[in-house]
């Protein structure tokens, strides 16, 4: 079975652009994670989808957003980067159940310049 | 507040030596408890978890850890560290009829020596 795949693997962006962040899920696996890791704040959850809906959500500002589609894909957008936006975002997901594993991608390293 | 705590940002420990990394955790109700490692430029593998059951798990690549419910503790461990479990560790948890949320802790980074 394929992991978690997240493109792009690298991304550099300027202060004021958009950018958008895909993860492909594990087949069967119906949610999907997102995290922010940053040497400062360590991994930080920002939002979670199960069939399309977002189920949990983090403390980050409205700039983050995100959504599922019906296949489980899921997407990742930050509006009006800033500096402090660079990290490297994760993507994981998990089975339906508290007692499933969670399994992450690879992530998406995205420098703001 | 649901919270894990992993009290050492940073383990030295020789080649060969056990090794010890310590998760500590405050929830309300039963906790399913997960521990992860993570290599550099790479996303997080899972080692292993503790749903139910023996308080001794066992996982991937030598790695155990122990769930103790009255100390609300799950250490991760390893009879005989290698050099290649040098990376940085995570343990999370995730409640039983909760929410759905993983918690997870700030990380320590092992460094096994040579």
């Known amino acids: 079975k394929a992991g978690v795949t997240q493109t792009p693997r690298y991304l550099i962006k300027t202060r004021g652009q958009q950018v958008t962040l895909s993860c492909s899920p594990i087949?069967?696996?119906?949610?999907v994670s997102w995290y922010q890791q940053t040497p400062g704040q360590g991994l930080q959850f920002l939002f979670e989808?199960?069939?399309?809906?977002?189920?949990n959500k983090g403390n980050f500002p409205g700039r983050f957003s995100g959504r599922q589609f019906s296949n489980s894909r899921s997407e990742m957008n930050v509006s009006t980067l800033e500096l402090g936006d660079s990290a490297l975002y994760l993507c994981?997901?998990?089975?339906?159940?508290?007692?499933?594993?969670?399994?992450f991608g690879p992530g998406t390293r995205l420098l703001v310049l | 507040a649901q919270s894990v705590a992993q009290p050492e940002d940073q383990v030295n420990v020789a080649e060969g030596n056990p090794l010890t990394v310590k998760c500590t955790y405050s929830?309300?109700?039963?906790?399913?408890l997960f521990w992860y490692v993570q290599y550099p430029n790479r996303g997080l593998q899972f080692l292993l978890k503790?749903?139910?059951?023996?308080?001794l798990v066992k996982g991937s690549y030598g790695f155990e850890a122990e769930f103790n419910k009255s100390q609300t503790s799950f250490h991760l461990k390893k009879p005989s560290a290698l050099v290649s479990d040098s990376a940085l560790y995570f343990c999370?948890?995730?409640?039983?009829?909760?929410?759905?949320?993983?918690?997870f802790g700030t990380g320590t980074r092992l460094k096994v020596l040579a």
């Open positions: 929830v309300s109700g039963n906790p399913y």
């Open positions: 989808y199960f069939s399309e809906t977002q189920r």
């Open positions: 999370a948890v995730r409640v039983a009829g909760g929410t759905y949320k993983y918690i």
């Open positions: 087949s069967g696996h119906r949610s």
């Open positions: 994981a997901s998990t089975l339906a159940g508290a007692k499933e594993t969670q399994y």
């Open positions: 503790y749903i139910t059951g023996d308080n």
